[in-house]
């Protein structure tokens, strides 16, 4: 049988109370007292109801992690990092997956039956009204990867993406290539609509040739190697920058199928830097989004929220970096 609190206190000698208090973080109890709780626990093999504390607390150590991205291994890494930093915490996530959910509505329902602790939104295909719906609904809330402002009404971390496309245009440009191509995915997700626009308005600012900008209709393969068909039809594109590294390792198989040699007819420049960007087949250059740093950042934000739930919002921003591979023709 499982053994109980009850069973504990009397072995140990001390009230329940003196049991939940040595298991509640922040809990008064003395070192005397909890090691005897710790010794009758061990002898009984008792471990907490996290559940039943949870009632007593109002507090249920849950935070919940939404996401709509499953079929980009991006979000493998993306996962690991969030379940591992939330545990360190002593938090549990839980998952919901929005892939085809508009309205914010169901979601609040269902999150607020399960009494989270907080939110954190890790997607930026999901418009920032979305997000703003749980912070109206009263739920702490971490808008991770999503777009940056100077004055922000969530809490929001991520990169800033319009000069992250900025980067990519200089990348391209110093590698000396005059007539390129944007390949982005969804056109509606704001981290397409900025890197986009930094990327064409840098192009134009160096009297380059925008030749193309598309977009892929998700952040996928198959997605990437449908669009560069089209862009494939344009004989003057240089280089692509793809907005992505899987769209754009689905584009630069369409460019081999269709007789193109990388980087020496077409360069690409991914995005992300995801652990497949540096296998042999692809050796792509791309801009590296430090993804960790962002996960770490936004699991410290929501663990804030949770304790002080009403403090004034904050975009934190970090750098990203270009990883020089193979795919452009010369190196700088």
């Known amino acids: 049988m499982v053994a109980t609190i009850k069973q504990v206190a009397e072995r140990a000698g001390v009230s329940i109370s003196a049991v939940s208090r040595s298991y509640t973080d922040g809990a008064s109890v003395s070192a005397k007292m909890r090691k005897k709780v710790e010794a009758a626990a061990k002898a009984l093999h008792y471990t907490p109801n996290l559940i039943a504390r949870s009632l007593m607390t109002n507090r249920t150590k849950l935070i919940g992690l939404i996401a709509n991205n499953f079929q980009n291994p991006v979000f493998l890494e993306v996962f690991d990092l969030y379940t591992q930093a939330l545990q360190d915490r002593g938090l549990r996530p839980l998952l919901v997956n929005l892939s085809h959910v508009t309205d914010p509505s169901e979601s609040i329902r269902l999150l607020r039956q399960y009494s989270v602790d907080g939110v954190i939104i890790a997607t930026s295909t999901l418009p920032p009204a979305f997000a703003l719906a749980f912070k109206n609904a009263d739920i702490p809330i971490v808008h991770t990867f999503g777009r940056y402002s100077k004055r922000p009404k969530l809490n929001v971390v991520g990169i800033d993406n319009v000069a992250s496309g900025k980067l990519a245009a200089e990348t391209l440009l110093g590698h000396g290539y005059r007539s390129m191509a944007f390949l982005g995915g969804p056109q509606f997700a704001t981290s397409t609509q ?10 134009e600012k160096a ?3 925008l030749a193309r900008v598309c977009f892929a209709h998700a952040y996928a393969y198959d997605a990437g190697r449908t669009a560069m068909a089209s862009l494939l039809e344009e004989p003057a594109i240089e280089a692509v920058f793809c907005g992505d590294d899987l769209i754009c390792m689905g584009a630069m198989d369409a ?8 980087p020496e007819d077409i360069g690409f420049l991914g995005f992300n830097d995801m652990s497949i960007a540096s296998w042999s087949s692809y050796n792509l250059t791309t801009i590296h989004q430090p993804i960790k740093d962002i996960i770490l950042k936004s699991v410290e934000l929501i663990v804030s929220l949770a304790n002080k739930p009403h403090q004034k919002p904050v975009s934190a921003l970090y750098p990203c970096e270009v990883i020089e591979r193979k795919t452009l023709r010369y190196t700088l």
């Not at 900025?194 to 192009?203: E, L, P, V």
């Not at 460019?255 to 990388?262: L, N, P, V, Y």
């Open 255 to 262: 460019a081999r199928d269709a007789g193109r040699k990388i």
């Open 194 to 203: 900025d890197r986009a626009s930094g990327f064409s308005s840098c192009i």
């Open 207 to 209: 009297g380059a040739r």
